[in-house]
């Protein structure tokens, strides 16, 4: 019986909340792999690291939200490569695990598919993995022609033929620094442990003034 592979999820989980988790899941469960792994991101190219608690905090928060959840798992890789975490490098750790022949996913938001002519290698990423891109449902027709000054006609085919339609969790990352900021409940928003984990280590409460603003991404 052939493989079905393994899907990669990268993130700055700066929290880890359910929408990661959701999405995850439903991915997962779309794509037919024995594995979903969630990869921190050590040193996001585009992140600012004011905005981020440490690679460690948010390692072991990922690895609490999932402790439990079967087919679901945690990959340090980022967290322990030195140099900005680029998608490219990881996937290349993981096909040369791997193999050339088992099947490897990326896993990215809609917002994202349209800016992969920055990414680092992008035109080599393509070819080691299949990137998927979870969006709303409605939203699947993204404008892609930014990727046809690095990527070629077929390559962007392929990342069209990625598109997948997930459930629509109206919950960021940066709603939940903000509510920790201010003093306001994140119940619900995140699992138990990771609120749990969040409030041992006092996480986020002291939020920078841009908090959530992005700079340009080049992963």
Known sequence: MADPGIALFGGSFNP???GHLIIARAVAERLGVSRMVLVPSALPPHKRASELASAMDRLEM???AVAD???LDVSDVEVYREGPSYTFLTVEHYRRLLGPDVPLYWVIGGDTLPELHTWYRIS?????CRIVTA???GYEELDLSPLGRVLSAGQIDRLREGILPTPLIDISATQIRRRIGEGRSIRYLVPEAVREYIESRGLYRELPAAAGAKSRPTH
């Open 16 to 18: 880890i909340h359910h």
């Open 62 to 64: 990922a690895r609490l």
């Open 69 to 71: 959840e079967v087919g």
């Open 124 to 128: 080599e990423l393509v070819e080691q």
């Open 135 to 137: 969006v709303r449902p």
